[in-house]
């Protein structure tokens, strides 16, 4: 019974932990800019001329795809 208990327990730990890696990837910013089709973090150097902010779901909804440079995820 308690190892049933330590599994479901765990389970559920790794659910929530899941939901909240989800949640911060949804609620993160990236920024696009004005011509190109990537997202980018704040500190790119792609992001000299135009920076503009969105978020990390909005941006891929669009068809936008991460930077090679500064990896956005």
Known sequence: KQ????KAQA????????EAVESARSSRTVYI???GSKYHSAGCR????SKIEIG?????SQGYEPCG?????
């Open 3 to 6: 190892l049933a208990e330590a």
């Open 11 to 18: 389970e559920a730990e790794a659910k929530a932990r899941d």
């Open 33 to 35: 800019t004005n011509t």
């Open 46 to 49: 792609h992001l000299k001329k």
């Open 56 to 60: 990390y779901d909005e941006a891929r």
């Open 69 to 73: 440079v500064c990896n956005p995820g």
